[in-house]
């Protein structure tokens, strides 16, 4: 079992120590803010593990370094973020349409927001998933041009963290 569970750990501690840091001055942050109107489909709302889902409307705004995007009717949110208008509510119709059998429907309002950042390192320039600590660390650095220290994940296949360069 002792054996066993050396195997599992130190590939894991391998990975977690392999991520990429990087110094750039070249950068931007965008937060993607979507509101949509889904219905959750079943037969028993309470107890449904998986419950058929249908889309109505969407609505999104693309955020760039915390500045107030054109078209924003909201915000700025708690977390500094802009939003577009609501998109139009499904009508009963709209959703009894939807309907199959005895089925009932429940209609939610979803907010996801989706950040990404684009840096440029030696003329290469590469968009990559983000979270919203590394959008707000490019939001305070982003008006002052100062230099970010960029630490990727695994595969360097996102951004985990942004900094400011102590360099």
Known sequence: MKALL??????CAIALTSCTTLTTTQYEATALTKY??????????????????????????????????????????DKGLWWAALP???SVDEV?????????GQIELLK?????????VGGEQRTLPA???????????????TPLQLTLGVNDDSVEKAEPSSN
Not at 6 to 11: I, S
Not at 131 to 145: D, G, L, M, T
Request: proline letters at 8%; hydrophobic letters at 25%.
């Open 131 to 145: 979270n919203y600590q590394v959008y707000r660390e490019v939001v305070k650095a982003y008006p002052s041009r």
């Open 96 to 104: 009894e349409q939807k309907q199959q059998g005895q089925e009932a």
């Open 112 to 120: 996801s927001v989706d950040y990404q950042l684009t840096y440029t």
């Open 6 to 11: 050396l195997t599992l750990l130190v590939p």
């Open 88 to 90: 139009p509510r499904p």
């Open 36 to 77: 949509t109107w889904q219905v959750k489909y079943a037969n028993d709302l309470t107890n449904e593990t998986s419950p058929r889902i249908e889309t109505f409307g969407t609505t999104s705004l693309l955020n760039r370094n915390g500045i107030k995007p054109e078209g924003a009717v909201t915000g700025p949110d």
